[in-house]
């Protein structure tokens, strides 16, 4: 005889066979029991979790001649034989996969239509229904939902949402998950009695682990290792036959990695490659290493299922570490790429560099300078402020000018207030500006200068509005740090209006983005920026400041006819031109 695989050959071969299924095996048990069986099933789930093996025990169940008061069959029968040999007629397999085509689907629709030849269901089985195509669907609907009353349809597939919603509501689902670590194991040990196999204490929870709930998987990988090793297994063969790596430099470079000790990560990773070792496999140990020490870090060793040397070799791996620490160097090791090359060391390294000089953490976020003492802000005498205008020749005030950002890739220009010279000046040397009235250039997130901005006369200017306003840039970018949405409602649309004690009122153009800084968290984390320049906590009161528009913080005066450029305003992008 033949050797016959073990999947094959411990196939389930009754309901109470099936593995980690209880909720679907005992309703198609009450089914077949109460005999009324449903026209059409859907069994969906990962893969090797029992869906094709399922539909065969029920299409043996229902046309069974004798089955039990629980809804087993008896196996026992002349139709129970003949479906256990595989030799009934009136269970029709089809793969989805290579027949996908609508004149399959149509073969189908007429075979249906005839008799079963021995038995009182004829099943139709498709496997991957959800390789079909439209057609084939669009052809299968209406003898899906209105099949002749011998037949019964039995739809498996790995990936339900690919189907359409007219055959999913035609049909009953029954989702099957991942088999548990305990229903795994114990399956594995019934088919290791029952073919002599011999394995050491601990081996069938290594292959339950790595087949990560597929029983199809750790069947095959138990026949794998008898195949190399024998009946005999110890823990070493069946470690060998799941090519994992027992190495003890696997637990080195988890701490290498925990402490970001980049000599001593690098040096290990290029000894693991000179002995030739796959390094894809090593990593992957590290990486379990790593999972392991995180829960004993927080106190879940007892999940693991170790011994208690291995326990403490893993407190004293994280005895000085933080969970964040674990945590990163996962993030950093457990995402490598080996596809190119499963031997490279190269992709290992990069990631171990990155992780070790912190180039997988994000920026921190910019910090704001300290507030200025309040008598040091107050404007000097004669000065003026940035609200007021210089006075034109004939002692008429100036109207204050709208400023326009330049033109993208142009640099900005610096322009001069000319004055009318004296003799005095002529023959004198400029001096230059106190250090307190040196001009200062506003400086954006890229590094670009900024256009000045001449804020509307909304009354007095004091000393802390005028800190404040001299650190808007600064605001701006610190909130723009923290929150997109928030940085963009300071980007030209909203200035600093008041400062009365812990209130501070925040101008902006429109009534739309008033509410849009009302929203979740918004206003928070603007008050943080302003609390930290002004030195305490404060406020913030959104108000409507429509004089913004004219002064040139906000969008051009004249009316625009597009949606699109108000929302883009809206969400802090700068107008280039009109």
Request: proline share 9%; glycine share 8%; charged share 25%.
């Amino acid at each position: 005889m033949p050797q016959e695989v073990l999947y094959r050959k411990w196939r389930p071969q009754r309901f109470g066979d099936v593995a980690g299924q209880d909720p679907v095996t005992t309703t198609l048990r009450n089914a077949v029991a109460a005999a009324a069986p449903a026209h059409a099933y859907l069994f969906s789930g990962p893969r090797g979790t029992g869906k094709t093996s399922t539909g065969r025990i029920l299409a043996k169940a229902v046309n069974c001649t004798a089955p039990t008061p629980e809804g087993e069959p008896c196996d026992e029968c002349t139709s129970c034989e003949a479906f256990r040999g595989g030799r009934a007629l009136d269970l029709i397999e089809l793969d989805a996969a290579s027949n996908r085509g609508i004149d399959e689907i149509r073969d189908l629709r007429e075979g249906a239509g005839y008799s079963p030849n021995a038995a009182r269901y004829k099943v139709y089985l498709i496997d991957e229904v959800h390789m079909l195509t439209d057609a084939a669907f669009n052809a299968l609907l209406k003898t899906l939902e209105e099949p002749p009353p011998h037949v019964i349809f039995i739809l498996a597939t790995t990936e339900p949402h690919r189907l359409p919603a007219t055959i999913l509501s035609r049909c009953q689902r029954f989702d099957f998950r991942r088999i548990t670590l305990e229903a795994t194991i114990a399956r594995l040990r019934t088919i290791a009695d029952g073919e002599d196999i011999r394995i050491a204490e601990g081996g069938l929870d290594l292959i339950a682990r790595h087949a990560t709930g597929s029983l199809r998987d750790a069947v095959n990988l138990l026949d794998q290792t008898v195949a190399y090793h024998g009946h005999d297994l110890t823990l070493e063969d069946v470690r060998a036959g799941l090519g994992l790596i027992v190495d003890h430099r696997t637990g080195e470079l988890a701490r290498a990695a925990i402490h970001r000790d980049l000599a001593a990560g690098l040096a290990v990773l290029a000894a693991v490659r000179d002995d030739g070792l796959e390094l894809r496999a090593f990593m992957r140990e590290v990486v379990a290493t790593l999972r392991s020490a995180l829960l004993v870090l927080s106190g879940g060793a007892k999940e693991l299922a170790l011994s208690e040397s291995e326990v403490a070799s893993l407190q004293s791996l994280v005895a000085s570490a933080r969970p964040a620490d674990v945590v990163s160097a996962l993030r950093a090791l457990g995402g490598i790429d080996f596809r190119g090359d499963a031997y490279d060391s190269l992709p290992a390294e990069i990631a171990f560099s990155a992780h070790a000089v912190r180039l997988d953490e994000p920026p921190a976020a910019p910090a704001l300078p300290a507030a200025p003492p309040a008598s040091s802000a107050a404007p000097a005498p004669g000065s003026r402020t940035a609200a007021e205008a210089p006075p034109r020749p004939g002692g008429e005030p100036r109207a204050p000018q709208p400023s326009r950002p330049p033109a993208r890739g142009v640099p900005p220009r610096t322009q001069a207030t000319p004055r009318a010279s004296t003799p005095a000046d002529r023959g004198a040397p400029p001096s230059p500006p106190p250090p307190s009235e040196a001009p200062a250039v506003p400086v954006g997130l890229n590094g670009e200068p900024r256009a000045a901005f001449v804020p509307p006369d909304a009354g007095p200017v004091s000393s802390e509005l005028a800190t404040l306003r001299g650190a808007w840039d600064q605001v701006r970018d610190a909130v723009n740090a923290q929150d997109k949405k928030a940085g963009a409602l300071l980007n030209k649309v909203s200035y600093a209006r008041s400062v009365e004690g812990d209130r501070v009122e925040i101008g902006f153009v429109s009534r739309p983005l008033m509410e849009i800084a009302q929203g979740p968290g918004v206003l928070q984390r603007i008050g943080e920026a302003v609390g930290h320049v002004l030195g305490r906590e404060v406020r913030i009161v959104p108000v409507l400041w429509e004089e913004l528009r004219e002064a040139g913080g906000g969008p051009p005066s004249q009316p625009r006819t597009s949606h699109l450029v108000d929302e883009a305003l809206k969400q802090g992008a700068e107008l280039i031109s009109d």
